[in-house]
């Protein structure tokens, strides 16, 4: 099947820093991903749709400002959490289409701790 | 607002017995409903999507898609003490490039 990396699995860092994600297919091109996050206890929410050349789209009340995101490649996306604060720790997970196709594969998440 | 709801459990159901899954949409245009299992502390991982109504059936699962009743449920026959997970519903209203909705999860215990 198809296959997500996400890097880092983990990050710890000091509010006021910012964070830099990295969601890369491996073994398949992908047009579009996608950015979850989930906090404990709590399902996955969608914060962004990103698509390979163009500009993300952000869903209702995620600040993109604050959670960039750039899809410069048919393998890359990252997201970049600025000027983090303690209520942004979460697991962020990303999702790749492949191709046309409606299924998405998930990474295996990166759990951001902000103290 | 979008929705999708699930019991949030926890199901127990002893090894060797049908686990069953349920799980209800908002959206009556929804095309595309998905199942997911989440171990904890991991990401989800695909079980099985299904598009038309009715049955299909894969391995130990079978999901079943009832558009009218805007209802989905996903069956686990021979459950396994590995099957113990939180299991997602997912659903993408609009289909294609769309983001999914999820919902809150299941979380099912088998019992050895």
């Known amino acids: 099947g198809a296959v997500v990396s996400q890097h880092p699995s983990r990050v710890i860092c000091k509010s006021g820093t910012s964070v830099k994600i990295e969601c890369r297919s491996l073994d398949f091109q992908a047009t579009t991903m996608f950015w979850y996050r989930q906090f404990p206890k709590q399902s996955l929410m969608l914060m962004a749709t990103?698509?390979?050349?163009?500009?993300?789209?952000?869903e209702q009340g995620v600040e993109k400002d604050k959670f960039l995101i750039n899809h410069a490649s048919l393998t890359l996306s990252t997201l970049t959490v600025t000027s983090a604060h303690p209520e942004d720790s979460s697991f962020y997970i990303c999702?790749?289409?492949?191709?046309?196709?409606?299924?998405?594969?998930f990474g295996p998440g990166t759990r951001l701790l902000v103290l | 607002q979008k929705e999708v709801e699930q019991n949030s459990g926890p199901l127990s159901v002893p090894e060797g017995a049908i686990a069953s899954l349920n799980c209800t949409y908002s959206d009556r245009g929804s095309q595309s409903f998905f199942w997911y299992r989440q171990y904890s502390g991991k990401s989800p991982e695909l079980i099985m999507s299904i598009y038309s109504n009715g049955d299909k059936e894969d391995g130990r699962f079978t999901a079943q898609l009832n558009k009218a009743s805007q209802y989905v449920s996903l069956l686990i026959r021979d459950s396994q003490p590995s099957d113990s997970a939180t299991y997602l519903c997912a659903v993408n209203p609009g289909g294609g490039a769309d983001g999914l909705t999820f919902g809150k999860g299941t979380h099912l215990i088998i019992q050895p």
């Open positions: 990103s698509n390979e050349g163009s500009k993300a789209t952000y």
């Open positions: 999702s790749a289409r492949v191709g046309d196709g409606e299924t998405q594969y």
